[in-house]
């Protein structure tokens, strides 16, 4: 079994910073592509920041210059550095990761998400 589990969410005020974390716990051989999305109320999820396996980021054009991935290929961990928190940034954040098993099958994960609430 594979999961993955964010932590860092919450409320803060605008202009405000938070960093949130996704741990992948399991029975994992290889991590590929480790990314974060994020769905807000009414809206559809959609990517806010990917970091490949290599370590080349893409951001969403909304958080360039604002938002921060990175990842701990020891801890199997992906962050995320969020700054200058924006209403608009309210939603609630999901990690996702391409992961081997070491039963060899390739799988697409997602965590159970965490709010981020930024007020004004």
């Known amino acids: 079994q594979v999961q993955l589990v964010e932590s860092g969410g919450g409320l803060v005020q605008a202009g405000g910073s938070l960093r949130l974390s996704c741990a992948a716990s399991?029975?994992?051989?290889?991590?590929?592509?480790m990314g974060w999305y994020r769905q807000a109320p009414g809206k559809q999820r959609e990517l806010v920041a990917v970091?490949?396996?290599?370590?080349?980021?893409n951001y969403a054009d909304s958080v360039k210059g604002r938002f921060t991935i990175s990842r701990d290929n020891a801890k199997n961990t992906v962050y995320l550095q969020i700054n200058s928190l924006k209403p608009e940034d309210t939603a609630v954040y999901y990690c996702?990761?391409?992961?081997?098993?070491?039963?060899?099958?390739?799988?697409?994960?997602w965590g159970r998400g965490t709010q981020v609430t930024v007020s004004s």
């Open positions: 399991g029975s994992i051989f290889s991590i590929g592509n």
């Open positions: 996702n990761a391409g992961i081997t098993a070491t039963s060899g099958y390739w799988s697409d994960y």
């Open positions: 970091i490949l396996s290599g370590g080349t980021t």
